[in-house]
């Protein structure tokens, strides 16, 4: 009851948050916007006789592609559920911020930081588990007997489930970076244009392979077909080593909100 | 003393001691000590800047203090179960995020502290707020906020109510309901600590008063004792805190 009651109080009040849902819906409609536009690519290629001008004829492939968007929406995710908390309300309004109606509600930080570090781990969860099925189905539609499946249903499980591990650790050290510095930039800045514009990371692997000790280079193998460099960290010591730094970070994090006042 | 410790550990008791707070090399709080009993309504006053919001806020849990304590019936607030259900509280506003409806906000409170959600709309019934109760925070004017922020603090139906400058944004009959809602809440043997900065807003409800001045407390008693010798309410306010010199005859 004790333990449920925050994390009722949490689940509740990020579903009523329209930023956290802006953040599902990228990754939702997102990847089934990408997953269309692959699928019609390779079956017109397929149909045209020209298999050759795609790199495979896979309808996992062209689902799984989508894959890295989920990231985005899981690091949406982890910063909004601590930048509401510090957002103040106009000076119209009192100027007040939400963190002073939450930690007097659940004056527990730790508990209260566990509490949201599962709700993050559960919706995230719950778009991949929405999201894949969904994809993988309309890639199969689309493409259907005309392609040659690759990848076999253990593998695609496996991948999947590796994807969703990455979004999920990626979202908590937002959130883990957003609580450490109240902001709802730095995290979002960091992690979204690391992974998609331009990968400050990777540039550091020309400077050091210990660059490859970096949470999202670590981690990068879990998205297993997902073209990337080579070197680096195998999925399994990714995974391990990625994880390491999300509870360290949270760890960091949660000694940090303790201390310091509200 | 074992009767004076018994007392200290009444339910609503909130007892401040020697509280020492610093921003760097600035004391805010220089040795603050007070008590607010059951059954009666205790004005914490002071100019801004004087050190009642950062009182507040170490009662509350929110900040901590580099000296001294602050109970609430004899145990810290961040040791309290469900404490929302001992103690509501409003600082600065509704503390409501202006993306989320009133109703929201106070059905995730309500969750967070095992309060049935049939409290819900009955504070918001009691505060005058039911039929705003779907609109998004960040539409409403600062004296919605205050009652919604009010709302939150009576969710919980506590024993002992915090409140820092509770009337601020209220027109001149919320600000009448405001006094009443506060007696009734004391009649019925609740304890009520307000902060403000204006004696004359705290006059007709106040039972006991404490001013504080330069984070320091430098008077406490009844309504009467403290304004006795005074023409006007005013006066006394600015003599105690030595806001105006001119003001003392």
Known sequence: MRVAGPLVAELRKTLTLPAAWAGIAVVVLGSIAITVLNAVTTRSAIDAGTPERVANTSAFEAAFAAMPLGTVGAVVLGVVMISSEYAANSTDAGGGRQITATLTAMPRRVSLLAAKATVLVVLVIAVAAITLPITAGIATAVIGGAGTETVTPAQALMRGLGGALYWTLTGLIATAVTLLTRSGLIAPIVLIANSSVVSVSLLLTNLTPLAHWLPDLAGRRLFTGVDTVDGGLAAGPGALVMAGWTVLLLAVAAVVFRRRDA | ?249
């Open chain 2, 1 to 249: 003393m074992p009767a004076g410790r018994a007392r200290d550990r009444m339910v609503g008791m909130l007892l401040i001691d020697q509280l020492v707070k610093r921003h760097g090399t600035r004391t805010v709080l220089d040795h603050v000590g007070f008590e607010a009993r059951p059954g009666r309504v205790t004005a914490f006053l002071g100019a801004n800047g004087a050190g009642k919001s950062s009182t507040l806020r170490i009662l509350l849990g929110l900040d901590r203090p580099d000296g001294g304590t602050a109970l609430v019936g004899g145990r810290p607030y961040r040791t309290l179960r469900d404490p929302l259900r001992t103690v509501g509280s409003m600082l600065d506003g509704s503390g409501a995020h202006r993306a989320r409806t009133a109703r929201d906000h106070l059905a995730w409170l309500a969750r967070s502290n095992g309060i049935a959600r049939s409290r819900v709309g009955e504070a918001l019934d009691q505060v005058g707020l039911a039929s705003s109760a779907g609109v998004r925070v960040g539409r409403f004017s600062l004296g919605m906020g205050q009652r919604l922020g009010l709302a939150a603090a009576l969710l919980g139906e506590p024993q002992a109510l915090v409140l820092d400058e509770p009337v601020n944004g209220l027109d001149p009959e919320g600000i009448r309901w405001m006094r009443g809602l506060l007696r009734d809440q004391a009649a019925a043997g609740g304890t009520v600590l307000l902060s403000s900065h204006l004696m004359a807003e705290v006059a007709d409800v106040a039972d006991d008063l404490v001013v504080i001045a330069g984070g320091r407390i430098v008077a406490t008693g009844t309504l009467a004792e403290l304004t006795t010798g005074y023409d006007r309410l005013e006066d006394a306010f600015f003599a105690l805190t030595g806001g105006d010199a001119g003001a003392h005859r």
